[in-house]
C-alpha cells in the first residue's frame, strides 16, 4: 500500500468524523469504558498522578474521566472539530495529529489510550504507528487499546476503514514494536464470546538499553 493510499484512507475516514462529531459524541457519551480505564491505570507502576496521552480522543469524554481521576490528560485527533470539541469539554490540552503522522515527545507519558482508535489505521502503516507510540512512552509505560476482533481483514465499512485482527496476529504486531503484554480480554463482559466484538488489551514498553 503506497503512502498516497494511506493518506487517502485516514482522510475520507476522518471527514467522516468531521461531519458526524455532534451525533458521534451523543452516542457515545454514556459509553460505560471504566473497564478499559481501570485495566490501564491499574497497570502503570509509576507513582500518581499519571501523564496520558489519549490517543483518537474524540470529543473528550475519557480525557475528562482522567482529569476528574487526579491525572493529567492530552488528546489527540484527527479531526478539527473533536479537537475543538474535546477542548472546550474536558478543558485538556488536545493536538491535532494524523494518527500515521504523529509527532510526539520522546519517552513523556506514562500511559497511551487507544480505545476504539488504532484499528483505523491500515496494517501497512500500523508497525510505524506502534513503534511511535512506543517512542513516547516512558520505559515501564503502559499502552492500552480496544479494537474490534476479528480475522485479520480490513476495508471500508461503509465510509469509514478498518483493520480487524485476531488477538494472536495483535500480538504479533505489539511484540515487534517492543511491547509485553500484561493482559487481555474480551467485551462487553459478561458475555457469549460470540457477543465480545471488542478485543481490549495492555502492553508495557520495555526497551534494551544496551542498543541506545
Sequence with gaps: ?????????????????????????????????SQNIAALLGAIEAAAPFRLLDLGCGPGRDLKAFTAMGHVAVGIDGSARFVEMARAFSGCEVWRQDFVKLDLPAEYFDGVYANASLFHVPSAALPQVLRDLHATLKTGGVLFSSNPRGDNREGWNGPRYGSYYDYDTWKRYLTEAGFVEVQHYYRPPGLPRDQQPWLASVWRCVRDRTEA
Design 1 to 33: 500500500m503506497s503512502t498516497e493510499n494511506i493518506e487517502d484512507i485516514t482522510q475520507t475516514t476522518l471527514r467522516h468524523y468531521e461531519q458526524t462529531a455532534e451525533q458521534f459524541f451523543a452516542g457515545t457519551i454514556d459509553h460505560d469504558v
